[in-house]
């Protein structure tokens, strides 16, 4: 097929549920492409010899590799490849900010002048982990050795089943009831469902991983316990970002005032979308703000829909386009009624006498110059307040990492904000405690999470080699 | 899985429970608390102090009033069975003046209610590090007191007891002799365990003698390992998060307005809660 003629071929639509809806239900909003569909797509892919592509995945996924199995129907081998160097592909196919990604260099959107038109590689990648079976894992034989993995996000998962596999003997501890961390806590059912993570917490116990959860690290047992009384060979630690971040706003502590973590672990990991069934109860705003611009904030808002709010305003101070958030989700959050408010910000949160959110003054905001990070920096327009009637505010501007496990870890190197250092192995400054995931990076992606368990495990069984 | 050893009911709505917990009884401190969770698929997490532990039996005690949903379902488990998930030990241990710094002093505990439980490991702490102890205990009526016997053992005489209506010990509320205690001079420290409005009303009493008075805060929380924020309040100028920074706090400094608002927060969910419960127990 001549590139013209591959530039013929339909983009193909991934059906979804209808907007007006799935916004007040809990089921996933995007179905998955038919198994034509996904062989369709797949064909699109041109099988370029320098593989842009690949340089825009963070673990370096042979794409053209998989998309070419795919084409030809071959699932199984599609998938047996993704596998080769990404563990959650069911995860990161429906997660990734693939326009940032992988698509941003996909020849094809380039032909065709739209990231939107590149080969929708994440959703056959999701088609391929949904429906393909790469086949049995075989582990190494055992080497005696003992891995702890703390956290159980996507970077201990991944950390511990390569772990499993290389023969080491592994036991994950979570500190939440549940394993999979922002997977099950933090990320909705809707764009999420828990069943395929629950499918990777099982393939972990079936390598012969022990979970053990409701174990707080640096409380129940320190990292220190672990190597120099428990018999561990080896810790990693994969705690995530789990500090919210609060703005310092007059009324922040206002009842009806959440972080962005506190509302969707109510909502998703407490089940309190369960009216009824579930004992945790929820707040039930009927007009929400929420403030923030990345996916936990359209993740919020389009949660607020669904648990019967009657008005959402998501907040955001610079405009769309600086908009962090995966583009999909900016779309459904719009498809489904959340109102945008761009270059917006919260002033004050206002209290009746009853100290209940009743109000919330905002600012009107103008980008001006681009700050450190590149983006055009949002400056308040003097003057500019303005009300707005809400009874719900959920703060969703970022996570900071966890500061227990440094806190009670002596000797456990960390940079200004708290972040674990790492060498390229990601080994922390004592020997023998890797660290990877948002804990190192700051609050980041999946996929990076996933990348930095794979680099760990290498070390760590680079390491137990030594020992 | 956390099996029940042993189970006593302590007055009308408190209950006594040892359960096994190992790794916990082996590392907790007085003022350290656990979160408790009768049911892992649908139920709440609620957070209850450590009262006591024995690392030889490697269980851990908790004593807890039955106010909703869940201590009531808690309350219906009996020896031999099994609370679904504990998580702890969790929070800042109690800094025990002598021990953990500054010489020994005299140091009044006052404990309203069930505050009485989280109280008696303190108060055992404080007497081990050759503390004076006072204990003031406080509740509606005689049939609500718990634990007299084990706070006498601590406080010999020094165990002052008083009720709302008189029907044991003094009549009237624990203020009244913190007030004079202070009054006469040489307390070093107040300990003030108890429902919100008693520990706001205990350190607005000890404020005009600027005498230090730490409370232990009982606000709703979610993970108790600060990721959610739920727990959070205001001391002094600045946000804390009960679970990780506290629970214990400097009481003249704490913000007990939005304390005392901020527990409200699900009451009538809660109400529609217990109602339910009580139901399926009838
Ligand atoms: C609402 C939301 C939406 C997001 N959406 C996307 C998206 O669409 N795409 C994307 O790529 N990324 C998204 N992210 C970011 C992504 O989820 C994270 O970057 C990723 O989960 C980080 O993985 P991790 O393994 O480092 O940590 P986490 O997933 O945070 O897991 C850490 C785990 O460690 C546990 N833990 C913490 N401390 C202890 C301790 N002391 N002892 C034992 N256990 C402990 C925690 O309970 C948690 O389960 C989102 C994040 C959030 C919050
Ligand atoms: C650090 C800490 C230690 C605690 N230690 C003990 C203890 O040793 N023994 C004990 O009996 N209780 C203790 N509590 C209080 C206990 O957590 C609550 O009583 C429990 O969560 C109520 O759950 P429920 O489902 O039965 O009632 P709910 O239905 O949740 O609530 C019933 C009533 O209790 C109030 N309430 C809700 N949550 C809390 C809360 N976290 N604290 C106080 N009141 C609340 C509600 O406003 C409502 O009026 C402690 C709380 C904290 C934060
Ligand atoms: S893992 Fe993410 S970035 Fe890599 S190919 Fe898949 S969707 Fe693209
Ligand atoms: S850049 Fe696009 S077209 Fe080229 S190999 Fe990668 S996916 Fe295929
Ligand atoms: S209970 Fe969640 S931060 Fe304290």
């Given at each position: ?323 962090p958030a995966r583009k999909e989700e900016v779309h459904h ?93 990601n080994m922390t400054s004592i020997p023998g405690v890797f ?33 | ?282």
């Amino acid at each position: 097929m001549t590139p013209k003629e591959r530039m013929a071929i339909p983009c193909q639509e991934m059906p979804e549920q209808d907007a007006v809806v799935r916004a007040r239900n809990m089921k996933e909003v995007a179905l998955g492409f038919t198994a034509e569909q996904a062989k369709i797509e797949a064909s699109r892919c041109m099988q370029c010899p320098t593989k842009p592509c690949m340089t825009g995945c963070p673990v370096a996924i042979n794409i053209p590799g998989f998309l070419a199995k795919a084409a030809e129907g071959d699932f199984d081998g599609a998938l047996k490849i993704i596998k080769e160097t990404s563990l959650l592909p069911a995860v990161c196919g429906r997660v990734c900010p693939q326009e940032k990604q992988c698509q941003k260099f996909c020849t094809m959107g380039k032909l065709m002048k739209n990231v939107d038109k590149a080969v929708a590689i994440g959703r056959v990648e999701r088609y391929c982990a949904d429906h393909g079976d790469a086949g049995e894992v075989v582990c190494a034989p055992k080497t005696g050795k003992r891995v702890a993995i703390v956290g159980s996000g996507p970077a201990g998962i991944t950390c511990a089943a390569d772990c499993a596999k290389a023969g080491h003997d592994v036991t994950l501890f979570e500190a939440f009831h549940k394993a999979g961390g922002v997977l099950v806590y933090g990320i909705p059912e809707f764009r999420l469902p828990k069943s395929i993570v629950q499918k990777e917490i099982d393939g972990l116990k079936k390598l012969g991983v022990k979970v053990e959860t409701n174990y707080c690290v640096g409380r129940t047992r320190k990292v220190s316990d672990f190597l120099e009384k428990d018999g561990f060979d080896a810790v990693f630690v994969g705690t995530g970002a789990g500090l919210p971040k609060f703005m310092g706003l007059p009324g922040e502590n206002l009842v009806g005032v959440f972080s962005a973590n506190e509302y969707l672990t109510r909502a998703n990991l407490m089940k309190a979308y369960l009216e009824g069934e579930a004992e945790t109860p929820f707040w039930h705003g009927k007009k929400v703000a929420v403030l923030g611009g990345g996916n936990v904030a359209m993740d919020a808002s389009r949660m607020a829909l669904r648990l019967g709010a009657e008005k959402v305003y998501l907040i955001y101070r610079r405009s769309l386009e600086e908009m962090p958030a995966r583009k999909e989700e900016v779309h459904h959050a719009k498809a489904e009624g959340v109102e945008f408010l761009m270059l917006q910000n919260a002033k004050e949160i206002h209290g009746d006498e009853s100290g209940k959110v009743c109000g919330m003054t905002c600012l009107k905001y103008e980008l001006g110059e681009p700050d450190a990070s590149g983006r055009r920096s949002p400056v308040a327009i003097p003057g500019s307040e303005f009300e707005l009637d809400v009874d719900t505010v959920v703060v969703a501007v970022g996570n900071a990492s966890n500061p227990l496990i440094p806190a009670t870890t002596e000797g456990l190197e960390v940079n200004k904000r708290g972040n674990i250092v790492v060498d390229e192995h990601n080994m922390t400054s004592i020997p023998g405690v890797f660290a990877g995931g948002d804990i190192v990076l700051g609050a980041a992606t999946v996929i990076l999470a996933m990348g930095e368990g794979r680099r760990a495990a290498a070390g760590i069984t680079e390491y137990l080699k030594t020992k | 899985m956390n099996k029940i050893v042993a189970k006593e009911q302590l007055s009308e709505n408190v209950f006594r429970m040892e359960v096994e917990a190992p790794l916990i009884a082996a590392e907790r401190k007085a003022g350290q608390f656990v979160i408790v969770m009768i049911d892992e698929d649908k139920g709440e997490r609620i957070p209850l102090t450590i009262a006591d532990a024995s690392k030889e039996r490697g269980t851990i005690t908790l004593i807890f009033q039955t106010v909703g949903a869940s201590t009531l379902k808690m309350s219906h488990l009996e020896v031999g069975d099994s609370i679904a998930a504990i998580l702890g030990p969790l929070g800042q241990p109690t800094h025990i003046m002598g021990r953990d710094g500054g010489k020994p002093g005299k140091v009044v505990c006052v404990g309203g209610g069930i505050g009485v439980a989280p109280m008696h490991p303190i108060a055992q702490a404080l007497k081990a590090a050759g503390n004076d102890v006072t204990i003031i205990m406080g509740a509606r009526n005689k049939g609500l007191f718990v634990m007299e016997k084990e706070m006498r053992e601590i406080a010999g005489d020094k165990l002052i007891l008083i009720t709302d209506d008189g029907s044991s010990g003094r009549k009237g509320l624990v203020t009244e002799p913190l007030k004079e205690l202070c009054e006469a001079g040489a307390v070093d420290e107040v300990i003030a365990i108890g429902p919100p409005i008693m520990m706001k009303f205990c350190a607005l009493t000890t404020k005009p003698y600027g005498v230090k008075t730490t409370v232990s805060l009982n606000t709703i929380m979610i993970d108790g390992t600060g990721m959610c924020g739920g727990c959070r309040i205001t001391v002094g100028d600045e946000t804390k998060f009960v679970c990780v920074d506290g629970p214990e706090f400097d009481g003249h400094k704490v913000d007990w307005d939005q304390m005392l608002k901020r527990m409200a927060i699900f009451k009538p969910q809660e109400a529609a809660a217990k109602e339910h419960a009580c139901n399926l127990y009838k």
